[in-house]
């Protein structure tokens, strides 16, 4: 028996409500039961489902996290989640979740787990499995290598690329967008703007000057005409510096969009 992810979560102060906001993404995936949740911990995915309406239950083999899911009232056994699937008789589930499990597993564990759900899965039975996304510099910088029993991240095109070979339609790769922090606020850059063209107003400013009457004087050579022309090319000047940085500033927002996409990215795949 082992408790060490429930008292990894107990010592972190993981919250369930942040959970279940996360994981809400994925219950529409599931219209019909049964669902089977792998390594379901304290169950906030299976009480959204039970929300829905949805008939699931899960497994998981730490002790204190089956006992957290049990006291919520869910159908929880207490085991190996790979072993459970396994056994499962063929096309008898609706639906197989997973949520940051494949990262715990050696990728042939992880082929045989989706070759298990397919063979479970009847046909229309939906499989989904969600994971720490590698590709996101908080993430793969300290967020995942906190957690004891990681073993590797998977790139969700992999965990695609099992779907298709065990033969399931694969219907979606992405972010989950409720699990997207962001990048840390000091590292946003400040709004910029660019001012409006103002060479048009300078000459008709230095026009009133020179003849204020409107008798049509001549600017030409005139200390004012030169003291405008001057004005004129700080305004360009200054003008394209603001132009400059504000492309700067979308070319820092794209790379702060690339560094800090979603914190979880995932892969849905269908039974045939």
């Known amino acids: 028996m082992t408790r060490l992810e429930s008292d990894y ?6 919250d369930r409500d942040h959970s279940r906001a996360g994981l809400s993404h ?11 949740e792998l390594a379901c911990g304290r169950g906030e995915f299976l009480e959204l489902l039970r929300e829905a309406g949805v008939p699931a239950q899960g497994v998981d083999l730490d002790e204190g996290m089956v006992e957290a899911a049990r006291a919520a009232g869910l159908e929880v056994a207490y085991g190996d989640a790979l072993a459970d699937l396994a056994g499962r008789p063929a096309g008898s589930l609706g639906g197989v979740f997973s949520a940051h499990f494949v990262e715990h597993l050696q990728p042939e564990a992880v082929e045989q ?26 993430v793969i910088g300290h967020d995942f290598w906190r957690d004891p029993t990681h073993v590797r991240p998977y790139e969700p095109r992999l965990l695609a690329f099992y779907c298709a ?4 339609e694969v219907v979606e790769i992405g972010g989950n967008p409720r699990n997207h922090a962001g990048p840390p606020p000091e590292a946003l850059a400040p709004p910029t703007h660019v001012d409006a063209d103002l060479r048009g107003d300078l000459a008709n400013a230095i026009n009133r000057i020179n003849d204020p009457g409107g008798v049509g004087v001549s600017l030409e050579g ?11 090319v700080l305004e360009e000047r200054l003008r394209t510096t603001q132009e ?20 979880e990215v995932y892969v849905v795949a269908r039974a045939v």
Not at 222 to 232: N, R
């Open 244 to 263: 400059e940085l504000a492309a700067v500033r979308r070319s820092y927002a794209h790379l702060l969009d690339r560094l800090y996409p979603s914190n």
């Open 26 to 36: 994925y219950v529409p995936y599931f219209p019909d039961g049964p669902v089977l």
């Open 9 to 14: 979560y107990a010592y972190m102060g993981y």
């Open 165 to 168: 070979k065990a033969g399931m």
């Open 113 to 138: 787990l989706v070759a298990d759900a397919a063979r479970a899965l009847r046909p229309g039975g939906v499989f989904v499995a969600a994971t720490p996304n590698a590709g996101c510099v908080s």
């Open 222 to 232: 005139s200390p004012w005409a030169l003291f405008g022309h001057f004005i004129a």
